[in-house]
């Protein structure tokens, strides 16, 4: 029987030891095989040794683990009952490495009763617990790890989650032939669309027409490369409303994870807005610009740059259009004489925060040399503190403006001077309306002042002289109705309020519509009073002259027309009819009558008084 | 019977004048012509025997008193004699418009300035109108 649990404690599985509670201390009785392997001790260090003198307690770790094997082994003896010590490290020697590893256990303290029921050996077993201890050290060490995984994976989401649903940006992942697989929530927030409408749908299926054949191309090459980037194209929403996108696309077929084509679109609507808009204003500025021939520009009083607009004429000033986008041009081509004060007044403008406008007016050599007349307009854009950032304006060629200003000008003074000279009335009747606008000179002509703008009917023809009235209507209207006409003259007398008459010559130009009708016509009426008078005058005069010539020529001729014929019978026989005294008696006498007349001319000559 | 039936009259009122022209007639063609010193004078003529005649020839001066060539030519238009009469204004008056004047009367048929010689004289006599009318005096004579 002892033999018996003896072989049965030599080969325990288990490293077994028995020990004797002692004075002092246990004694080791006796160790099974495993103890020894485990050990890697002899018999003779083991059995009959006091535990302390096998174990040195050179470390805390063999104090700990020692400590603890004596207070169960003393728990054993005083209750009698076994014990176990919970797990523990002891570390050991590999004897064949002669390396120490890391070993924990589970010890158990079993009574072995005397006949007298006391605890008499106390069977030590110990179990080793490294497999367990690491195993289950690993799982936690896993476990930690996928909690951290976990936590880490959950951060991701959240941040993705964060940025997908609330960015501006639409992801996707699409198969290679444009079907969704997945869309991230920002689709709400930015189609409309929630991301499960996308289901089973083709991407191209959503894109304008239009637009399609291009984006399917660009998408196509997706094959091909690892990443490319489909220009803007229109995409509809869940309004029908199409929406501009700019999209980069991720080649990811490969990665088993995505296993599809990683789409990222942003919006450009707006940008795209803004650029069309901004391309209409240019082109509008262009129009504009070649509508008025006009140069417009726009100054950028920050960086100094100008852009110009103008598409009206091939070259503007004679200048090509790389001329003029020169940043200087504009400094060195004011004429000199304009430049310092265009300079100031362009200072003080901008200087000044209430003002919004600035219109100067100058001159610019052209190409040929000569210099065109500029009128030129800007509207002043200014900061929040009032800084004038930008000047927008335009530059008009007002040369032909300027010389007809000019020739108007040299016109008008020599008109006034004409009118100061023939008191000349211009009138302006207005057929369609029936009025009739004079000018100042009216007044000055005629002694009546005419505020409201009078009717033709009612306050011309009344002042015309009865005798003349009838023949200037029907003269007037005659050749109002007359569409071949376009010129209407005639003289007749008026009344003057002083109750005295004028004479005037009346002449006007008629302006008819496309159908030929008489619309406005265009007059000035001379008062001809003073000249008629002396023509009249004069006529007399010239009447009165003429039977005075007439007279005398015959009374002057008829002496010398007398001396003459006496003169011619020297060449006939005139013996027997004439006495040779008698004729020279009769030349003499026709002389001094001769000299009496001329005489009597001079004298009355003399005292004829020329009427002014 | 040129001579008979044919008569040439002067109204002239310069005497002198009147007087060189009768002696140049006179000694141009065989008859004596009528002096009258005014458009009167020879108008009464033509009135008392403008009848008996076939041709008169007129020498008339324009300024005259009393009636003076026009007023004298006026009365003379209308007359019953009218185309019997053939008038030659001989005037000391250069007017171009009295020449013009003149020649709008129908019996006018020449009209010359003062003096008239032996050749005008001779051309007055050559008109058409009055050519044949008066004898011309024999050189011989």
């Known amino acids: 029987m002892t033999d018996f649990y003896l072989e049965m404690f030599s080969s325990l599985p288990l490293p077994a ?11 080791i009785r006796d160790v099974n095989k495993k103890y020894f392997e ?7 260090e083991l059995i009959g040794k006091k535990v302390r003198e096998v174990f040195p307690q050179t470390t805390p770790q063999e104090i700990e683990v020692l400590g603890k094997l004596e207070n169960s082994v003393e728990k054993v003896r005083s209750s009698a009952k076994p014990d176990k010590v919970s797990c523990f490290r002891l570390d050991l020697v590999n004897h064949e490495t002669g390396e120490t590893e890391e070993k924990y256990w589970e010890a158990e303290n079993t009574p072995i009763f005397s006949k007298d029921e006391t605890v008499k050996y106390i069977l030590h077993t110990a179990t080793d617990q490294t497999a367990e201890i690491f195993k289950e ?27 997908v649903q609330e960015a501006f940006d639409l992801v996707g992942i699409l198969d290679i032939e444009g079907n969704y697989k997945f869309v991230s929530e920002s689709s ?26 291009r984006v399917f191309e660009e998408f196509s090459q997706i094959k091909e490369k690892k990443k490319l980037r489909i220009a803007p194209f229109r995409y509809r929403d869940a309004d029908g409303v199409w929406r501009w996108f700019e999209t980069n696309v991720t080649n990811m077929v490969d990665d088993p994870n995505v296993e599809g084509v990683v789409i990222n679109s942003r919006e450009v609507t707006d940008l795209i807005q803004k650029n069309c808009e901004l391309q209409q204003l240019h082109e509008r500025y262009e129009l504009a610009a070649a509508a008025t021939g006009d140069l417009i520009y726009d100054w950028d009083l920050v960086t100094d740059s100008v852009k110009r607009f103008f598409t009206g004429k091939e070259k503007q000033f004679g200048y090509q259009r790389d001329e003029i986008d020169q940043r200087r041009f504009w400094k060195e081509h ?29 001159r610019i050599k052209r190409a040929d040399g000569s210099y065109a007349h500029l009128i030129d307009r800007g509207m002043i854009l200014r900061d929040e503190a009032g800084k004038a950032v930008r000047l927008i304006g335009a530059t008009s060629d007002i040369s032909g403006l300027v010389n007809r200003r000019n020739a108007l000008r040299l016109a008008n003074k020599r008109f006034t001077y004409a009118m100061k000279a023939t008191k000349e009335m211009i009138w302006d009747w207005d057929i369609t ?5 004079r000018g100042k000179a009216f007044k000055k002509m005629f002694g009546i002042e005419v505020h409201e703008k009078s009717s033709v009917e009612n306050f011309w023809f009344e002042r015309i002289v009865e005798k003349d009235r009838y023949r200037i209507k029907d003269s007037l209207y005659k050749t109002l109705e007359d569409p071949s006409l376009d010129k209407w003259r005639e003289e007749y007398k008026i009344w003057k309020p002083n109750g005295q008459n004028a004479y005037v010559i009346d002449r006007g130009y008629i302006i008819r519509d496309p159908e030929g009708k008489a619309v406005r016509m265009v007059g000035a009426t001379l008062d001809v009073t003073e000249s008629r008078q002396m023509l009249k005058k004069i006529k007399k005069q010239n009447k009165l002259l003429k039977e005075v010539a007439w007279e005398q020529a015959h009374i002057v001729r008829a002496p010398i027309a007398r001396l003459k014929g006496l003169l011619n019978l020297f060449d006939e026989d005139y013996n027997g009819e004439w006495e040779k005294e008698e004729i020279l008696q009769l030349i003499k006498d026709s002389a ?9 001319i001079i004298r009355k000559t003399e005292g004829i008084k020329i009427e002014k | 019977m040129k001579n008979s039936s044919s008569q040439i009259l002067i109204a002239e009122d310069d005497q002198v004048v009147a007087r060189i022209q009768k002696f140049l007639l006179e000694k141009a063609v065989s008859l004596s012509p009528v002096m009258c010193k005014n458009g009167r004078e020879a108008l009464e003529f033509l009135e008392r025997n403008a009848g008996d005649s076939e041709k008169i020839l007129v020498i008339l001066d324009l300024n005259m008193p ?17 185309e019997k009469v053939n008038v030659v204004v001989v005037t000391s008056s250069l007017f171009w418009e009295d020449e013009e004047k003149a020649a709008s009367y129908q019996q006018v048929i020449g009209y010359y300035t003062k003096p008239i010689t032996p050749s005008v004289l001779q051309d007055i006599l050559q008109l058409p109108e009055v050519y044949g009318y008066f004898e011309p005096v024999l050189k011989s004579r």
Request: hydrophobic share 30%; net charge negative.
């Open chain 1, 188 to 213: 709400i927030s930015i189609l409309g669309i929630p991301p499960q409408d996308f289901n089973e749908q083709n991407a191209f299926d959503f894109i304008h027409p239009e637009d399609k054949g």
């Open chain 1, 433 to 437: 309306k029936g009025y009739i606008d």
């Open chain 1, 592 to 600: 001094e009558e001769l000299d009496r007349i001329v005489t009597g």
């Open chain 1, 38 to 44: 485990v050990t890697g001790k002899k018999e003779g």
């Open chain 1, 334 to 362: 004011v004429h000199p004489e304009e430049l310092e004060d265009l300079r100031k007044i362009l200072k003080s403008a901008l200087a000044d925060t209430n003002r919004s406008q600035i219109r100067t007016t100058y």
């Open chain 1, 17 to 27: 030891v028995l020990l004797e509670p002692v004075e002092g201390g246990l004694r």
């Open chain 1, 137 to 163: 050290r690993a799982r936690k060490q896993i476990a930690t790890e996928l909690e951290q995984k976990e936590k880490e994976l959950w951060k991701r989401k959240k941040r993705y989650q964060a940025l």
């Open chain 2, 66 to 82: 009393e009636m003076n060539g026009w007023d004298f030519l006026e009365a003379c238009k209308d007359s019953t004699y009218a």
